[in-house]
């Protein structure tokens, strides 16, 4: 319950910054997980503990977003609670409280000897000063979410890049990587800040991924006149 409270608080911060496709989870959900949608008809999200979790009921989402109708493929972090056979078990079908979905970004394997470019305008992981927001990250993906300068938020003026450098793919136990914002000229002129959730495919980077603790994560940052630097440990 103390994981799903903080998430909830965290979902509540950001929603005041962005206006993406996310939900208030409301009162009543006592589970949470991240999960791909592998099915549409009816809606069914395998989590990346491997479970796989049919939506059965989405009356707990607000009426604007009903019915939940998700597209194929969609990361999300959702909470629930799980339904009820007759013997008193819990299924696999769930009663869906609130959701976040992440927008799909960028991956790429820098060659050695290029040099590294973080892109003209500012990003970072959001938090709160002491604890990171939404970030969760395995060896097949990673899903967080970033604050970033914007002049009005429209994402698709924007491009988010994780990027390795082969040049040291691997620092300290952690694999080395980059985020990169680049943006249209239109945006690239501001100080507004804009937020979002984003989820990135790690799967470029496995063969780098032996014998590693997680992720450095680095970012020009938004009030840092120097990059700044992000650990976090896989998630499995």
């Not at 059965?56 to 977003?65: E, F, K, M, T, V």
């Not at 969760?136 to 698709?156: E, I, N, P, Q, W």
């Amino acid at each position: 319950m103390k994981k799903i409270a903080f998430l909830m608080l965290a979902l509540a911060a950001m929603l005041s910054f962005t206006s993406c496709d996310s939900t208030d989870p409301g009162d009543y959900a006592t589970d949470v997980a991240y999960g791909t949608v592998v099915s549409t008809m009816p809606v069914t999200l395998m989590t990346d503990s491997n479970q796989q979790l049919i939506v059965a009921d989405d009356s707990g989402l607000p009426a604007a977003n009903r019915p939940y109708m998700p597209t194929y493929g969609q990361r999300a972090l959702i909470y629930y609670t799980s339904m009820e056979m007759g013997d008193g078990q819990k299924s696999n079908h769930i009663k869906l409280h609130g959701y976040i979905h992440f927008d799909r970004a960028e991956t790429a394997v820098m060659a050695a000897g290029e040099e590294l470019d973080y892109g003209q305008l500012s990003v970072d992981i959001y938090n709160n000063g002491s604890e990171y927001y939404l970030v969760h990250v395995t060896r097949t993906v990673l899903d967080m979410a970033m604050m970033f300068t914007a002049t009005d938020g429209k994402l698709s003026e924007h491009e988010f890049t994780l990027v390795l450098d082969e040049d040291e793919p691997v620092k300290n136990g952690y694999l080395n990587l980059t985020l990169a914002h680049g943006a249209s000229a239109a945006e690239e002129n501001t100080t507004n800040i804009g937020a979002g959730f984003f989820t990135f495919d790690m799967t470029p980077f496995t063969s780098y991924m032996t014998d590693t603790i997680g992720v450095r994560i680095t970012a020009k940052g938004i009030n840092n006149a120097n990059p700044v630097q992000h650990n976090f440990v896989w998630a499995n």
